[in-house]
């Protein structure tokens, strides 16, 4: 089975401060992951996504990601958070196996304090 | 129920055949997205429902594909004509409301043949 974690529910940061989301996963294989950001009203859109290849991914919106196999993690990062960054943000997984089965996490709400 | 609910969960069907894919939000959930996501590529938005109005359809990739919603209940997401490019997952997801958090269910795999 395959299950993805975001162990934070809720993060508030400062503006101007930095950033790091959580996200752990379980699968058998090394899995294509993918961050999502969800703002209010719109549609999920793709941060980034990691395939193979460079564990640290650049995404759009100055994110990052670095994909850690040793601890099942691909965190999400940023240097300094704008507070156009509240959001919702999703991690999650696609099975690299038969099935291609999409997992998402239950996702992190940020809240960006100006 | 407990959370959103897809079915089928896999559906294989032959290249030209119409199907249907259904989703029950969760009880309450005024919003409604269709998602699909095609092999190697991020999360393509399709469509969004507020109650049974869809006053967003500019995902919908063509005329073959269409979605309804009954209330505030059960949407089905029609694809008619299927083509081997609409294999792919395709993932509901409700929430509260515009906005609120959303919650996803597992998704419908779809595979033309």
């Known amino acids: 089975a395959q299950s993805v974690t975001q162990p934070d529910i809720h993060i508030t940061v400062s503006e101007g401060a930095s950033l790091e989301l959580r996200c752990n996963y379980s699968y058998g294989a090394t899995p294509y992951l993918f961050w999502y950001v969800q703002s209010p009203g719109q549609g999920l859109q793709l941060l980034l996504k990691?395939?193979?290849?460079?564990?640290l991914v650049q995404g759009i919106k100055g994110f990052e990601a670095e994909f850690k196999r040793s601890q099942s993690s691909f965190n999400l990062r940023k240097p300094s958070v704008h507070w156009s960054d509240a959001a919702e943000y999703f991690c999650a997984l696609l099975g690299t196996g038969g099935g291609n089965k999409l997992t998402f996490g239950t996702g992190t709400q940020l809240k960006v304090e100006l | 129920g407990a959370g959103v609910s897809q079915s089928p969960s896999n559906k294989v069907t032959e290249k030209g055949k119409d199907v249907e894919l259904r989703c029950d939000p969760i009880s309450g959930h005024t919003a409604l997205y269709w998602y699909r996501q095609r092999l190697g590529q991020g999360l393509e938005f399709l469509i969004y429902?507020?109650?049974?109005?869809?006053?967003?359809k500019s995902g919908l990739p063509s005329d073959r594909f269409s979605a309804e919603r009954t209330g505030e209940s059960v949407s089905t997401l029609t694809i008619q004509r299927t083509q081997q490019e609409d294999s792919a997952v395709y993932l509901c997801?409700?929430?509260?409301?515009?906005?609120?958090?959303?919650?996803f269910g597992s998704g419908t795999q779809l595979s033309v043949l």
């Open positions: 990691y395939f193979s290849g460079d564990t």
């Open positions: 997801a409700s929430s509260l409301g515009p906005g609120e958090k959303l919650f």
């Open positions: 429902f507020q109650g049974n109005s869809a006053p967003d």
